[in-house]
């Protein structure tokens, strides 16, 4: 009887050595979690500063005479920095932006060669409003006709194809916004102009002061983003990823 007791002694001690090697293994695995959690969002954090730092000095670098609009944020990969270089000549500014895996000044002379371009914002001052409308190529898709295609939230498509590219166009308030691809692969153009509709559910572009325009290319080069705001057109190009192109113009509202 006293070999049973013995026993079960043993038998409940280890049980319970056990249960608590568990528990303090499951507590350190939550902490190394939590630690880990904390300084992703400790690296967020950084990253975003360092972005807005960034933008700020950007703007502080323009000399011009009338106040530009500049985005509030900019997509750049994870792990990267922000720069960019700029320059005021005449009516015209010219800003690129750049992501680097080093924190580089604005305008580095560095930056062409170990940096690379997420895009390149012009901003150009015209004698009047009238000469800065010229310059934006707004159609309005419901008048101009074409073969009708369901984007979604309630927008239609209309679809024009000529000289081997398809273009599906349609207008969201001031905004005429058009995807292209070649006649060979006519599905990309539409399932890239539903993604951008399903985007701008989300997202506003700018208010454009007449109007907008915006070019998406399946084949990632000739993304082109055009808007006035009175005597000033804004144009974003030299953007690979038509989605991202959307992501830099929405940055701009205000």
Same mark, same amino acid.
């Given at each position: 009887?006293?070999?049973?007791?013995?026993?079960?002694?043993? /038998? &409940?001690?280890?049980?319970?050595?056990?249960?608590c090697a568990?528990?303090n293994?499951n507590?350190?695995?939550?902490?190394?979690e939590?630690s880990t959690?904390v300084?992703l969002?400790?690296n967020d954090q950084? @990253?975003?500063v360092?972005a807005?730092?960034?933008l700020?000095?950007?703007?502080?670098q323009i000399h011009?005479?009338v106040p530009?609009?500049m985005?509030?944020t900019l997509?750049i990969?994870?792990?990267?920095f922000l720069?960019?270089?700029a320059?005021?000549q005449?009516d015209?500014?010219?800003?690129?932006?750049?992501e680097s895996?080093?924190?580089m000044p604005?305008? @580095?002379i +560095?930056?062409?060669?170990s940096?690379?371009?997420?895009? +390149?914002?012009?901003?150009?001052k015209?004698?009047?409003?009238?000469g800065?409308?010229?310059?934006i190529?707004?159609?309005?898709?419901?008048q101009?006709g074409?073969?009708e295609?369901? /984007? #979604?939230?309630?927008i239609?498509?209309y679809?024009?194809?000529g000289?081997?590219?398809? %273009?599906?166009g %349609?207008?969201?308030?001031? %905004?005429?916004i058009?995807?292209h691809t +070649?006649? @060979?692969n006519p @599905?990309a153009g539409?399932k890239? =102009?539903?993604q =951008?509709?399903a985007?701008l559910?989300?997202?506003?572009?700018?208010i454009p +002061?007449?109007? #907008?325009?915006?070019? &998406?290319?399946v084949y990632?080069?000739?993304?082109?983003?055009? %808007?006035?705001?009175?005597?000033l057109?804004y144009? /974003?190009?030299s953007?690979k990823?038509?989605?991202?192109?959307l992501?830099?113009?929405?940055?701009?509202?205000?």
């Amino acid at each position: 009887m006293l070999k049973k007791v013995v026993f079960l002694f043993l /038998l &409940l001690s280890i049980c319970s050595l056990s249960a608590c090697a568990e528990r303090n293994k499951n507590a350190q695995e939550h902490e190394i979690e939590t630690s880990t959690s904390v300084a992703l969002s400790n690296n967020d954090q950084i @990253d975003t500063v360092q972005a807005t730092e960034a933008l700020q000095q950007i703007k502080e670098q323009i000399h011009f005479n009338v106040p530009i609009k500049m985005p509030t944020t900019l997509p750049i990969a994870e792990g990267t920095f922000l720069s960019a270089t700029a320059r005021t000549q005449g009516d015209q500014v010219e800003v690129i932006f750049y992501e680097s895996k080093e924190n580089m000044p604005i305008n @580095d002379i +560095r930056l062409k060669k170990s940096a690379t371009v997420i895009g +390149r914002l012009l901003v150009k001052k015209y004698k009047s409003v009238e000469g800065a409308s010229t310059q934006i190529a707004f159609d309005n898709f419901n008048q101009n006709g074409g073969q009708e295609v369901d /984007l #979604g939230y309630n927008i239609k498509g209309y679809q024009d194809a000529g000289a081997g590219s398809l %273009w599906t166009g %349609w207008n969201e308030g001031r %905004w005429a916004i058009a995807t292209h691809t +070649r006649t @060979d692969n006519p @599905d990309a153009g539409v399932k890239l =102009a539903k993604q =951008a509709v399903a985007y701008l559910e989300n997202h506003m572009l700018p208010i454009p +002061r007449q109007y #907008g325009m915006a070019q &998406l290319d399946v084949y990632q080069s000739g993304n082109l983003i055009v %808007w006035q705001d009175e005597k000033l057109v804004y144009t /974003l190009d030299s953007i690979k990823d038509p989605l991202k192109a959307l992501a830099i113009a929405t940055a701009f509202y205000q």
